[in-house]
């Protein structure tokens, strides 16, 4: 059988944090052999079988994590700013500050999850409205929070080193770490 290689430029790839995401994303399909992401050239070399695997499929996979494709067309400014303000703060998930982290999380009476993200993260946008649904459907059992780490100093002292990163307190310590791409799922059990 004939592979394919495919090189896929990628846009608003912003940090090297993108690459393993990216890479763990496409290679979850089925006949998808090796992913090779280069963040300096904001690519990402794809060899694939054919047969078993489109192309529109990989560059679905691509945007699934909330990245673009260099060659494809997306909405523009004015439809993302709509949409930014149909949106808003999250309610279920407040903004949290350097100053507030002890008090809401350390002394916290019950498990508290924080997101630490960037609005610049293409990856945290697509993660940040999953975490919101699972605060809605565990409110009044654990308290969920996000940081952002352009205007905050705590993730340093918790070695975020990638964004989106979720941690899960427990009596004022990280009881779980999740990065990457994190599953609800699995950061609903660490809160339980």
């Not at 794809?46 to 060659?71: C, K, M, N």
């Amino acid at each position: 059988m004939a592979k394919t290689v495919k090189n896929i430029p990628i846009t608003r790839m912003d940090c090297p944090t993108c690459i393993p995401v990216l890479e763990k994303e496409v290679l979850r399909l089925e006949g998808v052999d090796e992913v090779r992401g280069n963040y300096m050239t904001k690519n990402l070399k794809v060899t694939f079988d054919p047969e078993r695997v489109q192309l529109a499929e990989i560059e679905a996979a691509i945007e699934r994590v909330g990245y673009q494709i260099a060659y494809k067309r997306y909405p523009g400014v004015f439809s993302k700013l709509r949409e930014l303000f149909r949106r808003g703060e999250s309610k279920r998930v407040p903004v949290l500050a350097d100053t507030d982290f002890p008090r809401k999380v350390l002394h916290a009476t019950r498990r508290v999850a924080v997101l630490f993200s960037s609005p610049t993260c293409p990856t945290c946008k697509v993660f940040k409205p999953r975490f919101e649904e699972l605060a809605e459907r565990l409110e009044g059992e654990a308290d969920f929070y996000e940081m952002d780490i352009v205007s905050t100093e705590t993730w340093r002292k918790y070695d975020v080193l990638s964004i989106p990163t979720v941690l899960v307190f427990g009596e004022g310590e990280v009881s779980k770490r999740f990065t990457a791409l994190p599953r609800t799922e699995d950061v609903e059990e660490a809160l339980s």
